[in-house]
């Protein structure tokens, strides 16, 4: 490829970052608006409440009337049980400023049905952290990641890294252990030989990287690798295609 073509290919490429990184600016703006709209309308919702004189009938009887209203107008997203979810989401999170942009609504809704305080901080700074979509943050809910990491740490130090004011001082602290690999789609066992698993781990690996396309390739399982009179095997071979 000549210098020409090169230029013109990095040019190409800058153009094509500026445009995705716009479409996805805008997708979490729209997200956020959202996370916002349902935000306002729980602290709405909330302050009508307290005009009642019983306030859990009177509660009760504003959202059902009010979904009553919304959902022939706006659609099944303003169903009594939504409604209540704003509610909710007010009452936990009261400060609109403390409202994180990078996630998004189905994220909040996940959190806000976790009662302990201190996990559902743990979830949310752990969904910002590491960027987790909402699929992720759920599975990590559903795995229970927060009560396996408490097993071999205390609460505390699990807080303050996931709040970024401590580096963990030793592995225990961010592997998990137990870990859940459901996704591996194993059959359920109470033990499993080593080859087993690597197989399974290996196998959506090539299956990952062939989805790739240009620019990857699966090598092999196991690469054999000669050094001197030493014989070793690396796992799961692959490399990149220039």
């Known amino acids: 490829m000549n210098e020409s073509a090169?230029?013109?290919?990095?040019f190409l490429d800058d153009i094509r970052k500026i445009i995705d990184a716009a479409r996805n600016q805008a997708v979490r703006s729209v997200d956020f608006c959202r996370v916002q709209m349902y935000w306002h309308m729980g602290k709405r919702i909330f302050e009508g409440e307290q005009q009642g004189k019983d306030r859990a009938d009177y509660g009760t009887y504003l959202i059902k009337n009010l979904a009553k209203q919304l959902q022939p107008e706006y659609g099944s997203g303003f169903?009594?049980?939504?409604?209540?979810?704003?509610?909710?989401?007010?009452?936990?999170?009261?400060?609109?400023?403390?409202?994180?942009?990078?996630?998004?609504?189905?994220?909040?809704r996940l959190l806000i049905q976790i009662d302990n305080p201190d996990k559902r901080e743990y979830y949310e700074l752990e969904s910002v952290n590491n960027n987790w979509t909402a699929r992720e943050t759920e599975r990590q809910i559903n795995s229970q990641l927060y009560e396996r990491l408490l097993l071999s740490n205390d609460k505390e130090a699990v807080l303050a890294v996931a709040r970024k004011e401590r580096i963990p001082q030793s592995p225990l602290e961010i592997i998990k252990d137990p870990m859940y690999l459901e996704f591996l789609g194993l059959e359920r066992k109470p033990t499993y030989y080593e080859k087993d698993l690597e197989t399974a781990i290996i196998t959506h690996l090539q299956h990952f990287l062939l989805e790739l396309g240009q620019g990857f390739t699966f090598v092999a399982r196991q690469k054999?690798?000669?050094?001197?009179?030493?014989?070793?095997?690396?796992?799961?071979?692959?490399?990149?295609?220039?």
């Open 6 to 10: 090169k230029k013109r290919d990095i």
């Open 79 to 108: 169903s009594v049980r939504q409604l209540e979810f704003c509610r909710q989401f007010y009452r936990l999170y009261p400060i609109a400023n403390a409202l994180r942009s990078q996630l998004n609504w189905t994220q909040y």
């Open 224 to 242: 054999r690798i000669l050094l001197e009179d030493d014989e070793f095997f690396a796992a799961s071979c692959f490399t990149t295609v220039c």
